[in-house]
């Protein structure tokens, strides 16, 4: 097992640096100027993939929000009593979802005409705080979930110093805040799977996966939550641990590991939500084939997507390039669970080992 | 803490009764007959309302599949292997997803059209055994969670015997086949709280309604899965816990309570997964009036769902009809979430306890 030194990890202050936009704003007041606020531009022509950080990000574009004009004085005010309102949440360290946050600000006497309101102006905070809105306590529903040989120790009020082991529960563990921001303590793992569906990740726990593998498993219950991805960063990181996905074979699942490798396009203000070295192990175009798995006809809607993804700038190498060709080529789709026709282990037992190298 | 001695639970056997099922067969083609299946007929005009169980039942009508018809043939062949199947999953202690199972026929050279046809094979086998699917290991995808003080003796293979306080995992704790079949060992809470959302789910292990109101807590996430209606009827019927369900306050909120409560047209073969005297505490519609909560307009959908509520068997005592004709007059629905514009903690501090009378 390793010892726990190495795997204690520094945090950033979402509180430190939620204070350090007020001061921003209290000094501005004082020097008699009125408050200006200037927001990473979010807007698709601000939008650049990054080749070394393999993922989209900012370019350096900023929008100026000014209570100089009156059209803005509403947006301000509202990303202003926000920023009050998560530093209150993780001061208390309560967590609050992104429903909840639409709701509080009738507490406040601040109006948002609808939850898009409110979510636009927590996605302007995460921009200028450089932060993700986990960070500061804004969760979204839980629902993936994780299991394997390693010992996690919480930080969350009530919890903290306490320990889990993470083969307790064989349904596997949720990941929620608490787990998401728990310290890693122990560990044997060799690898993390991830997993799009629950039915696998079940499957993987009975067959001991996380034994024969050394690996510790994590369902993403398809596209994998924000959450996720950054619980999955941190296992690579903290942990150097090599990350594989497996996905159904379409255009769709490899889409959830491509957000998992290189991040959204949706999230470009944001950098330590993917895990750039995680392979996509399968389910591969070429694999249909190889594995003479069930298949269904590729749809015309599941053709368009295929070719939206090959003018996108993260699928230009491989095996992505080549395996858009391959689903091109032979307009076949395959699940997961296609596999089951060999006898439910023989993706355990067979493909897991081909696609590892075992 | 309460002993376990009466808290273990007796468990019917499925392999007992698929192997009854297997000498049926067998014994009527040692007669010299073709073999005849009578399986309970679950078309609308054989689905009734039971007063005394408050739930849907089946009438008396079956539907014969005879080996003498040959159009039968197939769908008997398929039905008995899924017999065979279910047999072996259950005695290699291996669960599957029903997407599984349509692919681990083509193992055995089974032909399913497709899933409907393999799903609709599955829902008979049901029927025949009068036992819901879970209990020969066919599970959906997970999605319910559990938190609270209760201890519970796994007995699946690798675990039996191990526990796990239902207190471990401050994100709450996955309701799967592992959880379903354990053994509740010790306990001291005396309610059980199930709740629409995850957010509010984790709202309450935040303001620790587990410790104060000495409650478990399940969230449901939306329409509770088979697997987490059949858990709760469990905590009350072995743990003689009050259930207490709390959802939106909508027509849907609100069908998600009665299905717990009453179960499901579609699962009227089955009389184990609901939970007769729980009680639906809100969100009610005279509760959007009485705590002036945040609402929307109710939409021509939702209006048109309460009209159908209305005509339902279900429906027809209290507060269920008195809350439909509220919603009828004021025309407006609100979430678990607008309690927020009290401060988050209102719902845990004043709504509960009114609605528990506290």
């Known amino acids: 097992m390793r010892g726990?030194?190495?795997?204690?990890?520094?945090?950033?202050?979402?509180?430190?640096k939620l204070r350090a936009l007020g001061e921003l704003?209290?000094?501005?007041?004082?020097r008699g100027e009125h408050p200006v606020l200037r927001i990473p531009d979010r807007s698709v022509s601000n939008i650049i993939y990054d080749e070394r950080l393999r993922q989209y990000v900012l370019g350096n574009k900023v929008t100026l929000r000014t209570t100089r004009n009156v059209k803005h004085l509403r947006a301000f005010a509202q990303l202003i009593w926000l920023a009050y309102f998560s530093k209150l949440l993780s001061e208390s360290h309560k967590t609050s979802t992104l429903r909840d946050v639409f709701y509080s600000a009738q507490a406040y006497r601040v109006d948002f005409e609808d939850q898009?309101?409110?979510?636009?102006?927590?996605?302007?905070?995460e921009a200028l705080l450089g932060m993700a809105r986990e960070e500061f306590n804004v969760y979204p529903e839980e629902r993936s979930s994780i299991f394997g040989n390693l010992v996690i120790e919480y930080n969350v009020p009530g919890y903290e110093g306490r320990r889990l082991d993470l083969t307790s529960h064989p349904d596997g563990?949720?990941?929620?805040?608490?787990?998401?921001?728990?310290?890693?303590?122990?560990?044997?793992?060799?690898?993390?799977?991830?997993?799009e569906k629950g039915g696998l990740f079940t499957r993987f726990i009975e067959e001991k996966v996380h034994e024969r593998f050394k690996a510790i498993l994590v369902n993403t219950a398809g596209q994998a939550p924000r959450a996720t991805r950054y619980l999955l960063r941190r296992l690579r990181s903290e942990l150097n641990l090599p990350v594989y996905i497996l996905?159904?074979?379409?255009?769709?699942?490899?889409h959830i590991a491509m957000v998992i490798i290189s991040g959204s396009a949706n999230a470009a203000h944001l950098t330590q939500l993917n895990v750039p070295d995680a392979s996509w192990i399968g389910v591969w175009a070429t694999d249909i084939l190889k594995y003479k798995l069930p298949y269904d006809k590729l749809t015309d809607a599941d053709v368009k997507r295929l070719r939206e993804l090959a003018r996108d700038p993260r699928y230009s190498g491989d095996p992505w390039r080549s395996q858009i060709d391959s689903f091109l080529e032979h307009r076949r789709k395959s699940e997961q669970e296609a596999f089951a026709k060999y006898g439910l282990t023989y993706i355990v037992d067979k493909y897991l080992p081909d696609k590892l190298g075992r």
């Open 116 to 125: 898009d309101e409110s979510d636009e102006r927590i996605t302007e905070l």
């Open 247 to 254: 996905t159904d074979g379409d255009p769709w699942g490899m």
């Open 25 to 30: 704003v209290y000094d501005q007041i004082e």
């Open 4 to 16: 726990r030194g190495n795997l204690r990890r520094r945090r950033e202050s979402p509180v430190a």
């Open 173 to 195: 563990v949720m990941i929620g805040p608490a787990l998401t921001t728990a310290d890693f303590v122990e560990t044997d793992a060799e690898m993390v799977i991830a997993i």
